[in-house]
């Protein structure tokens, strides 16, 4: 043979070759169609209407690992616009798929849509919820766990088993009522219990003695903080919210809306039944509800007594949230270490100190944020802002500390540039707790105290080992502080986690934007993009 003829052979099956191993490395695709309809459901032992995903509830949990690409193709079948949010879920590029009303339009009745985004380098325990309205206090929510790849490894032994716990607080009242009560400029009543897996007291999660599994709790109420345990067990917590932690072991975790934890427990008892319990922190009266940890054959019911939680006990719950740290040495989604990203060395270009108020608006409840209670534009802000629509949103609206003055509705928008390294001071102004969610990102969570923050508060944070998360409380009348690296492009929801203050204005935007258009930072919008208010036309 020639060598040109070789050569050009070679080059041939070189870029046959190419290609095949181009295919074969994309990322492998979960696909899901879901109904979400009108159903009855008995929590509580009254039947009500409840929001089912084909058929269940809680909906299904979407099993995932790194970098999966998820394609949910959802069928509105209610009566109302809907949308589900991926809560911890991180959206990288596609701020489009992050299903809140500040980057989609809503799903109309009678239609659907299609998500399409990656679990880009993620692992770790999530869940998705309803959106919109109030819709989440009946259902619609379920588990979105992302397991490491094959060739990641877990900084520890691989357990026997897995189980998914959603605890949620639940009202026997309809999400309308619900709805009715907060336009009316009432607040909303203690919820009427709790739940495990949308059970009251009847949930069971079945294991061998001797063996150890993971348990994957979150909270996905609209208000209530829980602690959670387990009787006769002890939990080594492994995981928060996408971060691997040092193994510390608790007897009973707090575990505030919006967040979620992982933890290993080993069954070490007799071979019986033990009462697992969740019950309300920082609530009068205490709501409880309890399931079964259940040793495979065993033939005993569970008996008392039941294992003694916290109630009030701000400062334990604030003492156990400092013992929650970073595991620098462990990787999480990638094979680098955690502790290699040195966030407290890092220079902080912008600080913003957002005050949670509560505030009369045309004699009405309203919450704010440095005096804006925040409205929905009709126009999602992503739309407006990549189809350069006038009107609808400025970066002035909210200031970056609180000022003196009465509140006012507006639409909060905080512009920053990206790969700016920000500092966030949630400062509690009222004597409950509060629960704070930023989409698109997990922060290092540096401080927590009590009173007013002040510059000197930094001189007590926690620049080595802070744990990385998306959801973080601040507790009555106190600060939490956190830090982000924003370095992800898009409009990206920073929320109050206590579902009936964000729906009354307690949230804002975070514009993270350059002037650079690349699909390596953002994709484009999505041709199958819902388009809404101004962007209709």
Not at 36 to 53: A, D
Not at 172 to 177: D, L, R, Y
Not at 290 to 302: D, E, F, I, K, V
């Amino acid at each position: 043979m020639r060598p040109t003829i070789f050569l050009h052979f070679l080059v041939g099956i070189l870029v046959s070759l190419s290609a095949i191993c181009t295919i074969n490395a994309e990322d492998p695709y979960l696909y899901y169609t879901w109904t979400v309809s009108y159903g009855l459901v008995s929590p509580l032992g009254i039947p009500q209407k409840g929001i089912l995903i084909n058929g269940q509830f809680p909906g299904p949990t979407i099993e995932a690992v790194t970098n999966d690409n998820i394609i949910v193709n959802v069928i509105n079948k209610l009566d109302e616009p809907f949308l589900i949010t991926w809560n911890g879920i991180k959206q990288r590029k596609t701020t489009w798929q992050d299903g809140v009303l500040g980057t989609n339009c809503p799903i109309p009745p009678n239609t659907n849509w299609t998500y399409r985004f990656q679990a880009k380098d993620q692992i770790g325990t999530f869940n998705y919820f309803p959106s919109t309205k109030l819709h989440r206090t009946v259902g619609g929510f379920g588990g979105f766990n992302i397991a490491q790849r094959s060739v990641i490894a877990v900084p520890y032994p691989i357990p026997a088993g897995e189980f998914t716990l959603l605890v949620s607080d639940w009202y026997k009242t309809s999400h309308k009522v619900l709805q009715q009560t907060l336009d009316s400029g009432k607040t909303l009543p203690l919820p009427d219990g709790l739940l495990i897996n949308g059970l009251h007291k009847s949930a069971i999660f079945t294991g061998e003695k001797g063996k150890t599994y993971k348990f994957r709790v979150s909270n996905v109420g609209i208000a209530t903080s829980i602690n959670f345990r387990i009787q006769g067990h002890t939990m080594t917590l492994v995981e928060v919210e996408g971060a691997h932690t040092l193994q510390e072991v608790y007897e009973s975790l707090d575990v505030h809306p919006g967040q979620s934890v992982a933890v290993l427990v080993t069954l070490h008892g007799s071979l019986k039944d033990y009462f697992i319990i969740a019950s309300s922190r920082f609530t009068k009266p205490i709501l409880a509800t309890t399931g079964y940890l259940r040793y495979a054959g065993s033939n005993t019911p569970a008996s008392g007594p039941l294992p003694i939680g916290p109630t009030y006990h701000i400062h334990w719950s604030m003492k156990q949230a400092r013992t929650i740290r970073l595991n620098l040495t462990a990787n999480a989604a990638r094979p680098n270490p955690q502790g290699s990203f040195h966030y407290g060395t890092i220079p902080i270009v912008r600080r913003l100190v957002l005050a949670n108020t509560a505030a009369k608006i045309g004699g009405k409840l309203r919450y704010a944020v440095n005096k804006i209670s925040y409205v929905d534009p009709e126009t999602p802000l992503k739309l407006a802002d990549w189809l350069n629509i006038p009107g609808v949103f400025n970066l002035d609206t909210i200031k970056d500390t609180p000022t003196p003055g009465p509140a006012v509705f507006g639409a909060s928008v905080v512009g920053t540039t990206l790969h700016d390294f920000v500092e966030i001071v949630f400062q509690n102004t009222e004597p409950m707790l509060q629960s704070w969610h930023l989409d698109g990102y997990s922060f290092y969570v540096v401080g927590y105290g009590s009173g007013n923050w002040t510059p000197d508060m930094r001189r007590r944070y926690n620049l080595v080992d802070a744990v990385s998360r998306h959801t973080v409380q601040v507790y009555p009348t106190g600060w939490s502080a956190v830090l982000v690296s924003l370095d992800n492009k898009g409009m990206w929801n920073l929320r109050s986690a206590i579902w009936s203050r964000r729906y009354l204005g307690q949230q804002l935007y975070v514009r993270v934007w350059n002037n650079e258009h690349s699909l390596f930072t953002e994709t484009d919008m999505p041709l199958n993009a819902l388009l809404c208010g101004k962007a209709k036309h």
